[in-house]
């Protein structure tokens, strides 16, 4: 069955750097679309980026453009997101999310956590400030 395990989070201060790791498998990793989601305690769960592995597309929420960098190894099944200049407001946990979808179908609402089929444990960023 599919199956997805985040890693990479910890405590950084603002300004810092982490990189978070997905691990997946059951399925085939090209064939997905995957996405990063984050969820702050007492927030609704908020997508970060996604990417369209059939075109290789990438896609990141206002928020953190220009900050967060998505990406791929398809030898590996991993999918990581490089965290630059972070803020005490990207304090959350991370989730990795995966859905059989290609672009096309999911453009539109890719932000929206129900898009998505699949998802990991989560792995924690808090950001002092």
């Known amino acids: 069955q599919v199956q997805l395990v985040e890693s990479g989070g910890g405590s950084v201060q603002a300004g810092g750097s982490l990189r978070l790791s997905c691990a997946a498998s059951g399925y085939t990793f090209s064939h997905y679309s995957m996405g990063w989601f984050r969820q702050a305690p007492g927030k609704e769960r908020e997508g970060v980026s996604v990417?369209?592995?059939?075109?290789?597309?990438?896609y990141y929420a206002d928020s953190v453009n220009g900050r967060f960098t998505m990406s791929e190894d398809n030898a590996k099944n991993t999918l990581y997101l490089k965290m630059n200049s972070l803020k005490h407001e990207d304090t959350a946990m991370y989730y990795c999310?995966?859905?059989?979808?290609?672009?096309?179908?999911?453009?539109?609402?890719?932000?929206?956590?129900?898009?998505?089929?699949?998802w990991g444990q989560g792995t924690q960023v808090t950001v002092s400030s």
């Open positions: 999310e995966a859905v059989g979808l290609q672009e096309w179908a999911i453009a539109a609402r890719w932000m929206r956590p129900a898009t998505f089929d699949y």
């Open positions: 990417i369209y592995l059939d075109n290789g597309n990438t």
